[in-house]
């Protein structure tokens, strides 16, 4: 009799199976192990004396993740029949495993707060390879010998079995902190103790601190927008003689805006919701091993005072930013915050070491109840198997498809050997992109948006509606064959605008008169605006948000936890959105003193209806039933929540493994 135990995983991603292979050997029970593409099944012998213990310690093992969802167990006399994903050895980019972390706090370990610290199925591997196939060789690891130690843990340790990018305090990389006039090398234990300890001490005084991580260079620094406050906290950590207590406080201004737009990183997840308003759905997620970013609507005083309406979030994602936080927490921090910035960044202490690290653009998380949506990014997504029936190389966004010993990767392009191939496909936008061969095609972002959503849901061959929203609206019909542009976006050119209003029907003038007088200030700016700007920085501006951009609708859209009910004009010409409607009508409202936030909320709003009114006519016409939303605009709970509302029915299609927005295009190109 066999005792089986299901659990819903959602990912061909093999690290979760792969860690519990890894601890059942460890523990020495007899189990198999299988995934499948919906699905991990572990299957136990139902006598085995170790299965109560093994399947009670499991859930200390085994990290949260994204993928992961409901479980179930059952007693079968045989084994069940599945079909298994193929596996192959990727280097992933995720935070350390639960049995790594507890080795980075364990003073008695070779790794205590070693930011390196990682195994098989887990760390910021991705950041160390050079090129494929992934064996140390292959990484900028490959001149660092293992210690003895190591070498031991290659041979006998079942979670770091082979691992390449094995290493420890004794055998690994080496950590240094510097100010203006000092510089600390780390080299045992306590040192790189006391360099993280020293870190979060200079920014809980309010300094900034440039690190060195696995995702590209951080600067750290402790949000404040009351200056007079932070000049009143000293730094009194004078045990540390590495220059932090002698140098002369200069507090290194962040500037207001800077503040508004660094990502917020929560150093104590005790304190998520006294700041944050989160659905368990998000809280769980920013505490999954893939560390997502997430948008989600602030909640304190504090966080209202820095971010607005709403922060661009995380949870310590690799070992620098990890221990770092650990530190911060033990002076009393909840929060801190990083901007994403270049080596040559000026900061009060920078925080290096000496191995080149290629980092992935980080990945941003929607979530919408139980949907889960890759909105943009590399890290987590990528590298990926696919699969490719036909000899083809796909390039778009520094991406690129290739096969490697047999089967098909999307990594960055640069980890790839130059290879053949029959034929190559290009997004046209690659303009630093040069083949060379001689039989290049090159194809547009929405059609292979479009293909990639088909082909991972089978559809790839029948006809389909698609809807491109990327900052611009657009509206594509998909042949079976070829994706057409049906319903083009009006072009927009913010030069002249008030021209343009003025005559768009009658009493515009009046409205734009009217505009002049009570909000001269914004009258002025608009009169001068660059003919390049999109319909949503031009909003934005409009609205007078710190945030001019798509994202700063966003974010005050997020706020608004009323009802709808404002009818924003999109005044339909041929079906085609008019802009200049559009900007009337917002600023009619808001000379009839509407909030802000709501008005926000009812752009997205006005925009779902005009796509749910639109999308079944044009399905009618050309007789298909399949609808596909592609692009990051999706990635916003007042449009999905109306998109679901008006097209809910249609069951339309959006990426599940890939990023809805532009980094699925090297997929879809497999299949134009
Ligand atoms: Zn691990
Ligand atoms: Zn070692």
Redesign the pocket.
């Known amino acids: 009799m066999y005792f089986i135990f299901e659990i819903a995983f959602n990912s061909n991603k093999n690290y979760i199976a792969n860690l519990i292979r890894a601890y059942a050997e460890q523990v020495g029970i007899e189990a198999e192990i299988l995934q499948t593409k919906d699905k991990i099944v572990m299957i136990f012998n139902q006598d085995d004396e170790k299965l109560e213990s093994f399947l009670l310690d499991m859930q200390d093992m085994i990290p949260a993740s994204l993928f992961l969802g409901e479980g179930k167990h059952y007693f079968s006399e045989e084994k069940p029949s599945l079909i298994e994903l193929s596996q192959t050895n990727l280097p992933v980019n995720i935070a350390p495993c639960p049995s790594c972390q507890k080795e980075m706090f364990d003073v008695s370990t ?1 790794r205590f707060y070693y930011p390196f610290t990682s195994c098989n199925n887990c760390g910021s591997q991705h950041s160390f390879l050079t090129k494929y196939p992934y064996t140390r060789e292959n990484t900028t690891m490959k001149f660092l010998v ?2 003895s ?2 070498e031991d843990e290659r041979a006998h340790n079942s979670l770091r079995k082979n691992y390449p990018l094995i ?2 305090i ?3 990389i080496g950590l240094r902190m510097l100010s203006k006039e000092t510089e600390y090398m780390a080299l045992d234990k306590g040192d790189y103790r006391n360099l993280f300890k020293a870190s979060a001490g200079a920014i809980s005084a309010g300094k900034t601190v440039l690190v060195k991580t696995m995702h590209g260079y951080r600067k750290f620094f402790y949000p404040n927008r009351d200056l007079d406050a932070i000049k009143k906290i000293k730094f009194t950590d004078k045990k540390l003689d590495i220059g932090l207590a002698r140098s002369p406080y200069s507090f290194n201004q962040i500037s207001e805006e800077k503040v508004g737009l660094s990502t917020l990183l929560m150093v104590n997840a005790a304190s998520f919701n006294e700041h944050l308003m989160l659905v368990e759905q998000e809280f769980n997620a920013l505490l999954s091993i893939e560390r997502p970013l997430l948008r989600v609507a602030t909640k304190s005083d504090a966080m209202k005072r820095l971010y607005g309406s709403s922060a661009l979030v995380k949870y310590p994602d690799d070992g620098m930013t990890m221990l770092l936080a650990a530190e911060a927490v033990k002076h009393g921090l909840e929060y801190i915050a990083y901007i994403e910035c270049e080596s040559t960044e000026e900061a009060d202490f920078l925080v290096d070491f000496d191995m080149p690290i290629t980092a992935q653009k980080d990945t941003k998380l929607f979530i919408n109840q139980d949907r889960k949506l890759f909105v943009s990014g590399e890290r987590i997504v990528y590298p990926t198997i696919v699969e490719n029936q036909i000899n083809r190389v796909t390039v778009a966004h520094d991406l690129a498809c290739v096969e490697v010993d047999g089967v098909n990767i999307i990594d960055s392009f640069e980890v790839f050997d130059s290879v053949s191939t029959q034929e190559i496909y290009v997004l046209d936008t690659e303009e630093d992109f040069e083949s060379g061969h001689s039989n290049e095609t090159q194809f547009k972002q929405y059609e292979a948006s479009m293909l990639s959503v088909l082909a991972e849901y089978d559809k790839v061959g029948q006809k389909a509606i698609g809807v491109h929203f990327d900052g611009t609206l657009n509206f594509l019909y998909y042949n079976g064959k070829k994706v057409i542009n049906a319903v083009p976006a009006i072009e927009f050119e913010s030069d002249n605008l008030w021209e343009k209003i003025s005559t768009l029907r009658d009493g515009s003038d009046r409205l734009v008169n009217n505009y002049k007088k009570v909000y001269p200030e914004v009258w002025k700016r608009l009169d001068n605006l660059e003919g390049n700007m999109d319909i949503f920085e031009v909003t934005a501006i409009t609205l007078g948000l710190e945030d001019e951009s798509f994202e700063g609708i966003s974010a005050e859209a997020v706020s608004f936890l009323g009802k709808g009910g404002l009818q924003i004009d999109t005044k339909v010409k041929d079906n085609r959105f008019d802009n200049y409607a559009f900007l009337t009508s917002i600023m009619s409202y808001q000379l009839g003193d509407v909030e802000n936030n709501f008005m926000c909320y009812s752009i997205y709003e006005s925009f779902g209806d005009y796509i749910g009114e639109l999308v079944p006519q044009l399905c009618d016409k050309v007789e298909t039933g399949i609808v596909v939303l592609m692009g990051e605009t999706f990635a916003n709970q007042s449009l999905y929540g109306r998109i679901e509302k008006t097209l809910g029915h249609k069951n339309p299609l959006m990426s599940k493994n890939f990023p809805i927005g532009k980094e699925n295009a090297v997929h879809g190109a497999l299949y134009l």
Do not use: N, Q
């Open positions: 070779r293992p210690c130690a190591c290493s420890c004794e055998c690994g």
